[in-house]
C-alpha cells in the first residue's frame, strides 16, 4: 500500500487501491464504462443487462475476479472520482453530482465512512499540502 504523505500533524490519507483488470470481457467493459462515468445509475439489474448477464452471474464474477460486489465496485469508484474532483478544486455540491453520489449529504456519509472526514475538511487538508 502507497502512503499519501501529509505535512506533520495532518491526518494521512491514502487513496483506495485501483483493481486490476477483470478477466472476462463483459466484466471489463462494463468495469470500463462505470470508471468512464460514475454518476449514471448502475442497480444490479441494471449493471447485468448492460454485460448481458444475470445478476446472479454478474455478481459471481465480481466476487471471483475483483473480490468485491458489484455495488462495492461502483461505490469505490464513485469514492475515488469524488476525491479526485475534490482534489481538483470542484466545490462539495459540483463533486457530489458528477461523481454520483448525487446529493453533499451521501458524499459527506461516504467520507465520513471512508476517511472518518467530511469532504470539505478533506479537501481543506489537501489544498494546506499543496501550499507547503
Known amino acids: 500500500m502507497v502512503f499519501l504523505q501529509r505535512p506533520g500533524g495532518q491526518s494521512q490519507f491514502w487513496p483506495s487501491l485501483r483493481t486490476a483488470l477483470p478477466r472476462t470481457s463483459p466484466l471489463r467493459q462494463l468495469c470500463d464504462t462505470v470508471a468512464a462515468s460514475p ?10 443487462a448492460m454485460a448481458s448477464l444475470s445478476p446472479r452471474h454478474l ?3 465480481f ?3 475483483l473480490g ?9 469508484i464513485r469514492f475515488d472520482t469524488a476525491k ?3 482534489d481538483a478544486g470542484h466545490s462539495v455540491t459540483d463533486t457530489a453530482l458528477r461523481s454520483g453520489y448525487g446529493s453533499t449529504e451521501t458524499l459527506r456519509h461516504a467520507f465520513i465512512q471512508h476517511l472518518g472526514v467530511s469532504p ?3 479537501q481543506q487538508r489537501f489544498r494546506s499540502a499543496i501550499r507547503n
Do not use: I
Open 68 to 76: 468485491t460486489t458489484p455495488a462495492r465496485y461502483v461505490e469505490l
Open 63 to 65: 466476487r471471483e475476479e
Open 120 to 122: 470539505r475538511a478533506y
Open 39 to 48: 454518476a449514471g445509475d448502475y442497480s444490479l439489474s441494471g449493471l447485468a
Open 84 to 86: 479526485d474532483l475534490l
Open 59 to 61: 455478481t459471481r464474477l
